[in-house]
């Protein structure tokens, strides 16, 4: 939820709601003032609230498309008129959360309103009585309109009403059709028709639609009710031409007043809006007053008083951005040079600062060395492990070698991620030198200028965590120290003589292609474990075939044959546990007349050792099967660790360019401050993950030479 809350287009919306206020007044404001001016009829005053909605829609619209451009929410200081001096931290957050449940609150009433005109509609009928089918022709007539209309009775309903924009239906209430004279239900109908020409149900979708979405503000809901009243007298002027018409047309409407059901929200009915106010406008032939009491008219006018006051009065509302500027040649590389720049680990001037935060002197090492001087001290440490067999000693020092490569390159992870944020933190102190002179000199703001300065020491606590570690979870727990110690540990050297190890091999950076079928015969033949098996198996059969031509001597070869059970691996162990499960006393008796007493024994004692070498050799199959599954998957993850690092690389470089683009837009001063802060420190975060990546993947593809026997050959030239 907080990654999502921080994210740009959700602090972009939070501005978009703040600028949403101000702006909407001010459009109510002028469509006001303009309503004032007489004399004002009811066709213009519904354009002019049908404007002022459409540029309430607008004015969100622009507002995003300028936050846009200025890549950073926050930045809309420098590309709106008016500038709010606003903390966007928890603030924007809860505003956002707060409209989220407020339109899905308001969003209910729609809903409700689709689902009511559905069930309308399903309950209808097209089956048009003859009187009726006679007033919609000269209603149609009458109107003109050239589009299909549809009419169908309900009988849930007391009002005529119009729904749909592309495919409109009028619904008559069956009800009407015996309350209302020719002449009135002609007038309705022609009401209904009058909307479905001007577009009405389209322009009440889009009232809805702003109703739910700004719900918050009163002059969105203020309009909206402004054009559903000037829309019926619209319709109204239209439908009662002469004195009679007028006269049917208001016994008409005060019929609708007795009923007055709930409508669905994307409808129009003729009962729609102030029926007492359009009766008395049209029996009175009196145009009812458009204008603003005095109360209204002083509150706009004070309105209008504060927000010229903030926009006179604030100096740090109001600001040039082309003004802002930094003095720092903005580092534009082509693509190579930033690809160059990531994977070289040569010593350069700006590349001497990888470990200036330590006073310690830098001990360079290489991976080979670290291998020779910790196998050589474990075994000065422990004369002990010099008694050891050789299966067991290359099992300790491959082991040993793998823990030692781990440590290597976590280190020369950690020794990169420092670099980068040392880096990060030069760059931003440099940007806020420069920010400080400006600021002086009344080009730059002192919120530039905070924002700068605190940039530089979130990358310095975060430089501090690097160095030591942090108790949070995570890759940077330990610290550069705490690798540099596990690695100290490892080869057996002191925590502490005043040096820093600094591991300086490259690492692998190209993808590694792999022969599975000869990588699995390599590790076959090599993994000690596997040779130590292979090599007790074969001394246990040869005692056992050595047994078997001793005991030759004494007794024929056939009863041998018939009373040892030929003994194999995997299924032929399942075969020697079924006849061992039969009676061992019924072989016995059945050879009993040709086997001397004292030679069962020792065919017992030759039969137990066939089993044990079945056991083993299930064992060893097992093994095998087991490593291979452990090759296969290695291999897989060394080959996914390398797209990890491939993508890391071209996200680097896409930032990378993009940082150059910001940095040349803010030394033009088309850029505010912040945006550049901010696109260094994505550049900073997507180092550290690349240089993380590449660590992971030469620890993946060292893994699989720890599995496949490559590991130990190294190890063996090193060893002797």
Same mark, same amino acid.
């Given at each position: 939820? %907080?990654?999502?809350?921080?994210?740009?287009?959700?602090?972009?919306?939070?501005?978009?709601?703040?600028?949403?206020?101000?702006?909407?007044?001010?459009?109510?404001?002028?469509?006001?003032?303009?309503?004032?001016?007489?004399?004002?009829?009811?066709?213009?005053?519904?354009?002019?609230?049908?404007?002022?909605?459409?540029?309430?829609?607008?004015?969100?619209?622009?507002?995003?498309?300028?936050?846009?451009?200025?890549?950073?929410?926050?930045?809309?200081?420098? %590309?709106?008129?008016?500038?709010?001096?606003?903390?966007?931290?928890?603030?924007?957050?809860?505003?956002?959360?707060?409209?989220?449940?407020?339109?899905?609150?308001?969003?209910?009433?729609?809903?409700?309103?689709?689902?009511?005109?559905?069930?309308?509609?399903?309950?209808?009928?097209?089956?048009?009585?003859?009187?009726?089918?006679?007033?919609?022709?000269?209603?149609?007539?009458?109107?003109?309109?050239?589009?299909?209309?549809?009419?169908?009775?309900?009988?849930?309903?007391?009002?005529?009403?119009?729904?749909?924009?592309?495919?409109?239906?009028?619904?008559?209430?069956?009800?009407?059709?015996?309350?209302?004279?020719?002449?009135?239900?002609?007038?309705?109908?022609?009401?209904?028709?009058?909307?479905?020409?001007?577009?009405?149900?389209?322009?009440?979708?889009?009232?809805?639609?702003?109703?739910?979405?700004?719900?918050?503000?009163?002059?969105?809901?203020?309009?909206?009710?402004?054009?559903?009243?000037?829309?019926?007298?619209?319709?109204?002027?239209?439908?009662?031409?002469?004195?009679?018409?007028?006269?049917?047309?208001?016994?008409?409407?005060? /019929?609708?007043?007795?009923?007055?059901?709930?409508?669905?929200?994307?409808?129009?009915?003729?009962?729609?809006?102030?029926?007492?106010?359009?009766?008395?406008?049209?029996?009175?032939?009196?145009?009812? #007053?458009?204008?603003?009491?005095?109360?209204?008219?002083?509150?706009?006018?004070?309105?209008?008083?504060?927000?010229?006051?903030?926009?006179?009065?604030?100096?740090?509302?109001?600001?040039?951005?082309?003004?802002?500027?930094?003095?720092?040649?903005?580092?534009?590389?082509?693509?190579?040079?930033?690809?160059?720049?990531?994977?070289?680990?040569?010593?350069?001037?700006?590349?001497?600062?990888?470990?200036?935060?330590?006073?310690?002197?830098?001990?360079?090492?290489?991976?080979?060395?670290?291998?020779?001087?910790?196998?050589?001290?474990?075994?000065?440490?422990?004369?002990?492990?010099? /008694?050891?067999?050789?299966?067991?000693?290359?099992?300790?020092?491959?082991?040993?070698?793998?823990?030692?490569?781990?440590?290597?390159?976590?280190?020369?992870?950690?020794?990169?991620?420092?670099?980068?944020?040392?880096?990060?933190?030069?760059?931003?102190?440099?940007?806020?030198?420069?920010?400080?002179?400006?600021?002086?000199?009344?080009?730059?703001?002192?919120?530039?200028?905070?924002?700068?300065?605190?940039?530089?020491? =979130?990358?310095?606590?975060?430089?501090?965590?690097?160095?030591?570690?942090?108790?949070?979870?995570?890759?940077?727990?330990?610290?550069?120290?705490?690798?540099?110690?596990?690695?100290?540990?490892?080869?057996?050297?002191?925590?502490?003589?005043?040096?820093?190890?600094?591991?300086?091999?490259?690492?692998?950076?190209?993808?590694?292609?792999?022969?599975?079928?000869?990588?699995?015969?390599?590790?076959?033949?090599?993994?000690?474990?596997?040779?130590?098996?292979?090599?007790?198996?074969?001394?246990?059969?040869?005692?056992?075939?050595?047994?078997?031509?001793?005991?030759?001597?004494?007794?024929?070869?056939?009863?041998?044959?018939?009373?040892?059970?030929?003994?194999?691996?995997?299924?032929?162990?399942?075969?020697?546990?079924?006849?061992?499960?039969?009676?061992?006393?019924?072989?016995?008796?059945?050879?009993?007349?040709?086997?001397?007493?004292?030679?069962?024994?020792?065919?017992?004692?030759?039969?137990?050792?066939?089993?044990?070498?079945?056991?083993?050799?299930?064992?060893?199959?097992?093994? =095998?099967?087991?490593?291979?599954? /452990?090759?296969?998957?290695?291999?897989?993850?060394?080959?996914?660790?390398?797209?990890?690092?491939?993508?890391?690389?071209?996200?680097?470089?896409?930032?990378?360019?993009?940082? #150059?683009?910001?940095?040349?837009?803010?030394?033009?001063?088309?850029?505010?401050?912040?945006?550049?802060?901010?696109?260094?420190?994505?550049?900073?975060?997507?180092?550290?993950?690349?240089?993380?990546?590449?660590?992971?993947?030469?620890?993946?593809?060292?893994?699989?030479?720890?599995?496949?026997?490559?590991?130990?050959?190294?190890?063996?030239?090193?060893?002797?």
């Amino acid at each position: 939820m %907080n990654s999502w809350m921080e994210s740009t287009w959700a602090t972009q919306l939070g501005w978009v709601l703040l600028n949403s206020v101000w702006q909407f007044s001010i459009i109510a404001i002028g469509v006001t003032a303009i309503r004032s001016l007489p004399p004002v009829s009811p066709r213009q005053r519904h354009r002019l609230a049908c404007l002022g909605m459409l540029a309430m829609g607008l004015c969100p619209m622009t507002t995003w498309f300028l936050l846009s451009r200025s890549a950073e929410p926050a930045t809309m200081l420098s %590309n709106l008129p008016i500038r709010l001096s606003f903390e966007t931290g928890w603030h924007l957050q809860v505003l956002v959360v707060g409209w989220l449940i407020g339109m899905a609150i308001f969003s209910i009433r729609p809903i409700l309103g689709w689902w009511s005109q559905r069930k309308l509609l399903r309950d209808a009928t097209g089956d048009i009585p003859d009187h009726l089918a006679e007033s919609i022709k000269r209603a149609l007539n009458r109107v003109g309109v050239r589009r299909v209309v549809r009419f169908k009775l309900v009988a849930s309903h007391s009002s005529l009403m119009v729904t749909g924009w592309l495919r409109p239906i009028v619904l008559v209430p069956v009800s009407m059709l015996g309350t209302l004279s020719p002449q009135e239900l002609d007038l309705l109908i022609v009401h209904e028709l009058l909307h479905v020409r001007r577009h009405d149900c389209f322009v009440n979708a889009i009232q809805v639609l702003m109703e739910t979405v700004f719900f918050y503000h009163p002059a969105v809901w203020w309009l909206s009710r402004e054009i559903h009243v000037s829309r019926e007298f619209c319709c109204d002027d239209s439908v009662s031409e002469s004195r009679e018409e007028r006269l049917n047309y208001c016994r008409a409407l005060l /019929k609708l007043e007795t009923s007055r059901p709930p409508k669905p929200a994307f409808t129009l009915a003729a009962q729609d809006g102030d029926l007492l106010r359009r009766i008395r406008r049209l029996s009175l032939d009196v145009e009812p #007053s458009l204008g603003c009491s005095p109360v209204a008219s002083l509150a706009s006018g004070a309105l209008v008083a504060a927000i010229a006051s903030v926009l006179l009065l604030a100096p740090a509302m109001v600001e040039n951005p082309a003004s802002v500027a930094v003095a720092i040649e903005p580092p534009v590389a082509p693509l190579p040079e930033a690809v160059s720049a990531l994977e070289s680990t040569e010593e350069t001037e700006d590349a001497s600062t990888t470990v200036t935060y330590l006073e310690q002197e830098r001990w360079k090492l290489k991976l080979d060395e670290c291998i020779s001087i910790a196998i050589q001290n474990r075994f000065e440490q422990n004369p002990d492990l010099t /008694k050891l067999d050789d299966v067991s000693r290359e099992v300790l020092v491959r082991n040993l070698a793998r823990d030692i490569e781990n440590a290597y390159w976590d280190l020369y992870a950690a020794h990169q991620v420092s670099a980068a944020i040392l880096k990060g933190r030069e760059e931003a102190n440099l940007i806020a030198e420069d920010i400080e002179q400006r600021v002086e000199r009344g080009i730059c703001t002192l919120q530039e200028l905070s924002q700068a300065e605190g940039f530089a020491k =979130k990358l310095q606590t975060k430089l501090d965590e690097s160095i030591s570690g942090t108790n949070e979870a995570g890759s940077e727990r330990a610290g550069l120290l705490g690798q540099e110690n596990m690695l100290r540990e490892l080869m057996g050297v002191a925590s502490s003589d005043d040096t820093v190890i600094d591991p300086i091999d490259d690492p692998m950076r190209e993808p590694t292609q792999y022969e599975f079928a000869a990588s699995v015969r390599k590790m076959m033949e090599t993994i000690p474990e596997l040779r130590n098996s292979r090599t007790r198996i074969e001394q246990q059969e040869a005692e056992v075939a050595a047994a078997k031509a001793e005991l030759a001597k004494e007794v024929d070869v056939e009863v041998i044959e018939r009373f040892l059970t030929p003994v194999g691996s995997g299924d032929a162990l399942e075969q020697v546990k079924e006849s061992y499960a039969r009676s061992e006393s019924t072989i016995i008796e059945r050879e009993n007349s040709k086997t001397p007493f004292g030679s069962r024994r020792e065919l017992a004692r030759i039969r137990n050792a066939e089993f044990r070498i079945a056991r083993e050799n299930s064992k060893l199959e097992e093994d =095998k099967r087991l490593f291979t599954s /452990k090759l296969s998957e290695a291999i897989r993850k060394t080959n996914q660790q390398y797209q990890l690092y491939e993508a890391n690389r071209e996200q680097c470089v896409a930032i990378h360019n993009e940082t #150059s683009a910001r940095t040349a837009q803010f030394a033009e001063g088309t850029t505010p401050a912040n945006v550049v802060l901010q696109c260094r420190e994505k550049y900073v975060l997507c180092e550290i993950d690349f240089w993380r990546a590449i660590a992971e993947y030469n620890k993946a593809e060292r893994y699989v030479s720890y599995l496949d026997g490559n590991l130990l050959d190294e190890v063996r030239s090193i060893w002797n």
